[in-house]
């Protein structure tokens, strides 16, 4: 009987599998079993959509507001434009100029008026530094500004406020003229703004000199004394050209409240204000301090004031019937 061949035996697939460690016996901490991390989420952006719109809102009105008060502006520019008037020196107020009477030797007899004494002088006529001390205190930055001073407005804003103390004022030298010559001296806020429009107007029309000439001779300066020249007599019985320092600082000083600052009214009060304007010339480098120390240990010594009597009576009065006969009363008196 044939014999059958041995089966092999298939062979069958070894499974190797690596047996975890053994944890070890002392007590350690048994390890954690490790644990598939899960995906961290991103933190959710927040939402802006009603913050931007109300910025873009608030935006937006703004920007309407700024319109309609940039168009009101120029509205209210353009109607009170028209209802100014043209800064003619024929119209201006203030012009009235004094007769002056003389005898053979050049002396004064008489000076004949109506309401205003003045006398016109040309601006080269004046010395040096009486233009300098009255820009010196009222309007430091004349040559620069174009009728009004924003800066000089803010300084006395700050000083009136902050400081607590009197301030000399915002107005320019332009828009002081401008309220002597043009415009009625109510105070309102729109007589206020006329007089910023009109002073931009004449500093068009007029060099800064002759606004200055044309301030000089129209202000008041006290004691029935319009412009220098009139008040140069009134106080040391002199014309405008012969002042010295201390003088022409004095009259300066007289022009803020020519009833306050009067020497013969208030001597002291006069002298004080007088030493200011030094200090103030002196602190924009217009005197040097041996000028200023000079200037404040001089004391003031007016030329009294006198009566409007005449020297000659019956001949001047002949004079006047002459004159208002051949040229009229307007012409004479004013």
Known sequence: MAQRPPQRRKPQARTTSKQAPRPRTGGGAQPRPATARRPQSRPKARRSGGFGRFVRGTLLVLVLLAIAIGVTGCAVYASMSSQLPDPDLTKAKGRDQSTVILDRNG?????????????????????????????????????????????????????DILLRRKAQGG???????????????????????????????????????????????????????????????????????????????????????????????????????????????????YITQADYRKAVDTPIKTSGLKARATKAPYFVEWIKQQLISEYGENAVYR
């Open 171 to 285: 107005s320019t030298i332009t828009q002081q003229y401008v309220k002597q010559a043009f415009v009625t001296s109510e105070k309102t806020l729109k007589r206020k703004i006329q007089e910023a429009i009109l002073a931009q107007k004449v500093e068009k029309q007029f060099t800064k000199d002759e606004i200055l000439g044309l301030y000089l001779n129209t202000i008041y300066f006290g004691h029935g004394a319009y412009g220098v020249e009139a008040a140069s007599r009134a106080y040391f019985g002199k014309g405008v050209a012969a002042l010295d320092l201390p003088q022409a600082a004095m009259i300066a000083g007289v022009i803020k409240s020519p009833g306050l600052y009067s020497p013969y009214l208030h001597p002291e009060a006069a002298k004080k204000r007088r030493d200011t304007v030094l200090s103030q010339m002196l602190a924009q480098g």
């Open 107 to 159: 002396d004064l007899l008489a000076r004949l008026y109506a309401e205003e004494n003045r006398q016109d002088v040309r601006l080269a006529k004046m010395p040096a530094h009486l233009k300098q001390a009255v820009i010196a205190t009222e309007d430091r930055r004349f040559y620069e500004h174009t009728g009004v001073d924003p800066i000089g407005i803010g300084r006395a804003v700050v000083t």
